[in-house]
């Protein structure tokens, strides 16, 4: 009788205590967001969320914050025993893997043999000139996977992160110098098309000149003819002053002879 009534007493207490454990394990929930929507440039960004039931020992949820170009930010986060909340700040734009599109933020948590996890996302806008802005930048992608025990709560978290090459500043730089490039070529053919108009107006004037000197070239041949009129005159005055003069001759011989 003794043998029932001690297995009956300690059936009792593992309930009691190992009941509570259970049912938090069952249960366990989390929420998480961000402050706003979206961001741009530099901006702080700022995660919170909670554990539901406010977990009674001491656990952190790790964060991970995912955009176009894979990891960006991860971070653990402690979580408080007296509200279940967490909250964590981190800055935008702090690399070259922050680009413009959609980020996804990752929460995951274990304590107690519980578990949870959950996700949001908010959109980025990068800078011009940083963070990407539109450089082509050569990756590489490393694939890592760690796994933390909380309690008696394992979790693993599998990240993918894809970091720009050393050479994405080399990039940038050759981009500012043909975007330099291009707007001295363009200055270079504003000028030319500049003197192109130019020579066109002078062969315009050119061509007007010649028609002028086509109708200068008949003169020499008035002139000619005017000389020969003159000429022409010259001569038939001379031969009526001849024959005026023979004229008179005529008369004085014939009054000579009267007398």
Do not use: C, H
Request: overall charge neutral; hydrophobic content about 40%.
């Amino acid at each position: 009788m003794k043998t029932i009534r001690t297995i009956a007493t300690v059936i009792l207490a593992a309930f009691m205590v190992l009941g509570p454990v259970a049912a938090f394990a069952a249960g366990a929930t989390m929420t998480i967001q961000t402050d706003k929507p979206t961001y741009s440039g530099t901006q702080a960004i700022t995660i919170s969320g909670t554990i539901s039931p406010t977990p009674t020992v001491s656990s952190n949820v790790i964060i991970t914050t995912t955009g176009p170009m894979g990891a960006v930010d991860i971070a653990s986060v402690p979580v408080s025993t007296t509200t279940g909340g967490f909250s964590y700040t981190l800055t935008a734009g702090g690399s070259a893997g922050w680009v413009s599109g959609t980020y996804t933020v990752n929460g995951t948590w274990g304590a107690s043999g519980s578990t949870a996890t959950k996700t949001t996302t908010f959109i980025y806008t990068a800078q011009s000139g940083g963070g990407g802005g539109g450089v082509t930048v050569v990756t590489f992608t490393i694939t890592s996977t760690s796994t933390t025990t909380v309690g008696a709560a394992t979790v693993t978290s599998t990240v993918t992160t894809t970091t720009p090459s050393s050479d994405a500043s080399a990039l940038a730089s050759i981009q500012t110098s043909l975007t330099a490039i291009q707007s001295s070529l363009s200055g270079l053919t504003s000028a030319v098309n500049t003197i192109s108009s130019g020579i066109t107006s002078v062969q315009s004037a050119i061509t007007s000149s010649t028609g002028g000197f086509s109708a200068l070239s008949g003169v020499p041949a008035q002139i000619t003819t005017l000389t020969n009129d003159v000429n022409n005159n010259q001569t038939y005055v001379l031969v009526v002053a001849a024959l005026a003069a023979i004229t008179l001759v005529l008369e004085l011989a014939i009054l000579v002879q009267s007398w």
